[in-house]
């Protein structure tokens, strides 16, 4: 029987090799798993849904055969609770299972439970209603980010070696860059998608993990091939796991270090960026300090309409779940108009706000959009694809940035309560029709949000509206012993650069695989 301590130790390569060596079985391997989970839940609230009992069959054959793993609350798996942090979901059993899943499954992952997220996704932290707020292993006052929040804990804290995570806008990389792991935001197209995952391919699914070799053996078991759905890119030249131990030619990086406001970055993340960029100039790397090649001020705004269109579309998904769950009187009851939606989204349940006030700010902005305005968003992000992919192809070959612009925040200290408008103003206007003229249009009010929030995530969601691939490496430590960490951005279909960049960088500037001490 392996012990915690080992096991804490051994990445999911490591682990798959002990069950195929015959040195441990996966039941062992779950058990352990899960007694870490029991002493570490209570204080580090990760786990939305514990699928203990469920008959979840995995391939005994797969190159993760037996390692145990976690999913995100947002990836669909037949016949489990699933809620994506939103309480309006809290009876929903998905029914039918997500390719990505299924991917997961014939690699011979083993899911014991669903990991926390913020609400619909919506935020750069893990702090849902649904749940207590997630907390960083690291320093329990302080999140580990999100959306993909629970996953990044969950590995940071030797619960698993490696959980599945989704990035829409940095969810992957965020938390990874908090929790001092690995997060890779592939290409559009390397991993398959679903018929109703979001539009556009803004959000594609990947993993969290310690080592940079898991994550590319992750990659390499799920990668789909060029004709798997809507998007596809060419298939890697040879597997990722093989370009890890090979040091690339020396490559011309361009460095941003200020985020999308042209704000400085936190002090402590300026000194850990500048010396990530003389360490790469060490490994052979020509570094030079660049502005992006797009208009920052374009993005913003696009990203503004996104991120409200992002939570309306997602909302209408969840009522369509909701009129499949319960068909007939009651869903007609709940959800058939949209002032009834209005109405659910609105009012308190017995356990306080259906959502949070933030998702139905964004859905009354949505609803101020025309369908134009979202095509014309979209067409700004293909503009800003198509210059970042030539400025990629042409005169860098990679692009860094911190991943953060400062060391993970305090939790609450993104919530947005208190800079968005009256509620009750708000309703109060909808129905007299004059919504647009109120608080919910003002200039100063977008503002505040969108400051708060993107001067937090920096460029991250740039990888996801231009579809380009994007991986956040630990790269140092705040003066509180928080991680921080870098992001480099390659061209369309660059994981091979990027994979064999992080293997060096690992090989030479290796960071804590010990999961911190949590005072318990």
């Given at each position: 029987?392996?012990?915690?301590?080992?096991?804490?130790?051994?990445?999911?390569?490591?682990?798959?090799?002990?069950?195929?060596?015959?040195?441990?079985?996966?039941?062992?391997?779950?058990?352990?798993?899960?007694?870490?989970?029991?002493?570490?839940?209570?204080?580090?609230?990760?786990?939305?849904?514990?699928?203990?009992?469920?008959?979840?069959?995995?391939?005994?054959?797969?190159p993760f055969a037996g390692?145990?793993?976690?999913?995100?609350?947002?990836?669909?798996?037949?016949?489990?609770?699933?809620?994506?942090?939103?309480?309006?979901?809290?009876?929903?059993?998905?029914?039918?299972?997500?390719?990505?899943?299924?991917?997961?499954?014939?690699?011979?992952?083993?899911?014991?439970?669903?990991?926390?997220?913020?609400?619909?996704?919506?935020?750069?932290?893990?702090?849902?209603?649904?749940?207590?707020?997630?907390?960083?292993?690291?320093?329990?006052?302080?999140?580990?980010?999100?959306?993909?929040?629970?996953?990044?804990?969950?590995?940071?804290?030797?619960?698993?070696?490696?959980?599945?995570?989704?990035?829409?806008g940095g969810s992957v990389?965020?938390?990874?860059?908090?929790?001092?792991?690995?997060?890779?935001?592939?290409?559009?197209?390397?991993?398959?998608?679903?018929?109703?995952?979001?539009?556009?391919?803004?959000?594609?699914?990947?993993?969290?993990?310690?080592?940079?070799?898991?994550?590319?053996?992750?990659?390499?078991?799920?990668?789909?091939?060029?004709?798997?759905?809507?998007?596809?890119?060419?298939?890697?030249?040879?597997?990722?796991?093989?370009?890890?131990?090979?040091?690339?030619?020396?490559?011309?990086?361009?460095?941003?270090?200020?985020?999308?406001?042209?704000?400085?970055?936190?002090?402590?993340?300026?000194?850990?960026?500048?010396?990530?960029?003389?360490?790469?100039?060490?490994?052979?790397?020509?570094?030079?300090?660049?502005?992006?090649?797009?208009?920052?001020?374009?993005?913003?705004?696009?990203?503004?309409?996104?991120?409200?269109?992002?939570?309306?579309?997602?909302?209408?998904?969840?009522?369509?779940?909701?009129?499949?769950?319960?068909?007939?009187?009651?869903?007609?009851?709940?959800?058939?108009?949209?002032?009834?939606?209005?109405?659910?989204?609105?009012?308190?349940?017995?356990?306080?706000?259906?959502?949070?006030?933030?998702?139905?700010?964004?859905?009354?902005?949505?609803?101020?959009?025309?369908?134009?305005?979202?095509?014309?968003?979209?067409?700004?992000?293909?503009?800003?694809?198509?210059?970042?992919?030539?400025?990629?192809?042409?005169?860098?070959?990679?692009?860094?940035?911190?991943?953060?612009?400062?060391?993970?925040?305090?939790?609450?200290?993104?919530?947005?309560?208190?800079?968005?408008?009256?509620?009750?103003?708000?309703?109060?206007?909808?129905?007299?029709?004059?919504?647009?003229?109120?608080?919910?249009?003002?200039?100063?009010?977008?503002?505040?949000?969108?400051?708060?929030?993107?001067?937090?995530?920096?460029?991250?969601?740039?990888?996801?509206?231009?579809?380009l691939p994007a991986i956040?490496?630990?790269?140092?430590?705040?003066?509180?012993?928080?991680?921080?960490?870098?992001?480099?951005?390659?061209?369309?279909?660059?994981?091979?650069?990027?994979?064999?960049?992080?293997?060096?960088?690992?090989?030479?500037?290796?960071?804590?695989?010990?999961?911190?001490?949590?005072?318990?």
């Open positions: 029987m392996i012990d915690i301590d080992t096991y804490v130790q051994m990445d999911a390569l490591d682990l798959a090799r002990l069950v195929r060596e015959g040195h441990a079985t996966a039941l062992e391997l779950e058990e352990v798993a899960r007694r870490q989970l029991r002493a570490l839940e209570p204080h580090l609230h990760c786990i939305a849904h514990d699928l203990y009992g469920r008959s979840i069959p995995s391939s005994p054959d797969g390692v145990p793993t976690l999913l995100k609350d947002d990836l669909e798996l037949m016949g489990t609770p699933m809620t994506a942090g939103c309480r309006l979901l809290k009876d929903y059993r998905c029914r039918y299972t997500h390719p990505f899943a299924a991917r997961m499954l014939a690699a011979g992952f083993r899911p014991l439970g669903r990991t926390t997220m913020s609400e619909l996704g919506l935020m750069p932290t893990t702090e849902p209603l649904t749940h207590p707020p997630s907390r960083n292993p690291w320093l329990l006052d302080h999140s580990p980010g999100g959306s993909s929040g629970g996953a990044a804990v969950a590995v940071a804290a030797g619960i698993v070696p490696i959980a599945h995570g989704a990035d829409g990389r965020i938390p990874a860059s908090a929790c001092g792991l690995v997060g890779l935001k592939p290409s559009r197209g390397r991993t398959p998608f679903n018929a109703i995952d979001p539009p556009w391919g803004f959000v594609t699914q990947s993993c969290l993990s310690r080592t940079v070799r898991d994550t590319a053996a992750f990659f390499d078991a799920l990668t789909a091939s060029p004709t798997a759905g809507q998007y596809s890119v060419p298939l890697p030249s040879q597997p990722f796991l093989s370009v890890i131990d090979t040091d690339p030619r020396p490559l011309r990086i361009g460095l941003t270090t200020h985020g999308v406001f042209g704000e400085e970055p936190h002090p402590e993340v300026n000194t850990i960026i500048r010396s990530t960029a003389d360490r790469l100039a060490a490994l052979g790397h020509h570094v030079e300090e660049v502005s992006p090649p797009f208009s920052v001020e374009d993005l913003r705004l696009a990203l503004g309409v996104l991120w409200a269109s992002a939570a309306g579309v997602v909302l209408r998904l969840i009522t369509r779940a909701i009129e499949d769950q319960y068909p007939g009187r009651i869903a007609q009851t709940l959800l058939s108009r949209r002032s009834t939606l209005r109405r659910l989204l609105s009012l308190p349940n017995r356990n306080g706000p259906r959502v949070h006030r933030l998702t139905r700010w964004l859905m009354l902005r949505d609803e101020d959009f025309s369908p134009s305005e979202l095509w014309l968003a979209h067409l700004t992000f293909a503009e800003i694809g198509q210059k970042l992919e030539k400025w990629l192809s042409e005169r860098y070959n990679l692009w860094l940035t911190p991943t953060l612009t400062r060391p993970p925040v305090r939790i609450g200290e993104l919530n947005t309560e208190d800079i968005l408008p009256s509620q009750l103003n708000l309703w109060r206007s909808a129905r007299r029709g004059a919504w647009q003229q109120r608080a919910l249009s003002t200039n100063a009010t977008d503002e505040a949000v969108a400051e708060r929030l993107m001067s937090y995530i920096g460029f991250n969601p740039v990888a996801n509206v231009s579809g956040s490496l630990p790269a140092g430590f705040s003066l509180a012993g928080l991680p921080i960490g870098m992001t480099l951005t390659a061209s369309m279909g660059g994981e091979e650069l990027l994979f064999a960049v992080a293997g060096q960088w690992e090989r030479a500037h290796p960071w804590p695989k010990q999961p911190p001490q949590i005072a318990q």
